[in-house]
Structure formats: structure tokens, C-alpha cells
């Protein structure tokens, strides 16, 4: 784990070299563990450390994942490239989601800072 600290918060980095979100489960484990170890709410992962079945909106991983990411009060932001995802239905969520306070999907790390620090 990398720390970014900023003027008044800090933000936890999940730096991994595998796929290690795998379902809801370990979605909330790696970011409650987050909490417990260091108190932020707020945790930026690669794309890449996540099963690629959590961005085919069939499966409902996201959404069901994010439910309960609003309900601990924690914030998330995933970078990656998502430009292969071109389905409107993909595009709205991001969107949509990228308005909201909790989840945001955005292709650098200086992106996913400027979105959580607001």
C-alpha cells in the first residue's frame, strides 16, 4: 500500500501486481482492511488488480460492490484504461458514477487524487 498525503487528508494506493478483487467479498475486505490499518476512507486501485467480469454490467458485480462501498461511507477510485468498454449503457454508468461522491473511474493517478480530495 502507497500513501498519498495532501494538504488536509490522505489517501490510500492499492499497488498489486495481480487480480486480487475477485467478488464483492474481497472488494470490502481489501477496502475495510483499508479503514482498520489506517482510518481512510478514501482508496484509489488500479483496473487491473480487478476481475474483469466486475466491468460487464450482466453480472451486476459493480453495482451490487459500490451499494455497499455507499453504505461504509468509503470512496473509491479506479484507474485504468476503459476506451474498449464503448456500450451506452457502459458509458452512462461511468458517467453517472463519476458525478457521484463515491466511485469514480478515471485513467490516472492524478485524476483519482482530484476526485477524492473534493
Do not use: C, H, P
Amino acid at each position: 500500500m502507497k500513501i498519498i498525503k495532501l494538504q488536509n487528508e490522505e489517501i490510500a494506493r492499492i499497488v498489486s501486481d495481480e487480480v486480487s478483487i475477485k467478488d464483492t467479498q474481497t472488494l470490502l475486505d481489501i477496502v475495510m482492511g483499508v479503514q482498520y490499518e489506517t482510518g481512510y476512507r478514501q482508496i484509489i486501485v488500479d483496473k487491473a488488480t480487478i476481475l474483469e467480469a466486475f466491468f460487464d454490467l450482466k453480472t451486476k458485480l459493480l453495482g451490487e460492490a459500490f451499494q455497499k462501498l455507499v453504505i461504509y461511507q468509503q470512496r473509491l477510485a479506479i484507474i485504468g484504461d476503459y476506451s474498449s468498454y464503448v456500450s451506452k449503457s457502459w458509458q452512462d454508468y461511468m458517467f453517472e458514477s463519476n458525478k457521484g461522491n463515491n466511485v469514480y473511474f478515471v485513467a490516472t493517478e492524478l485524476e483519482a487524487v482530484e476526485k477524492l480530495k473534493r
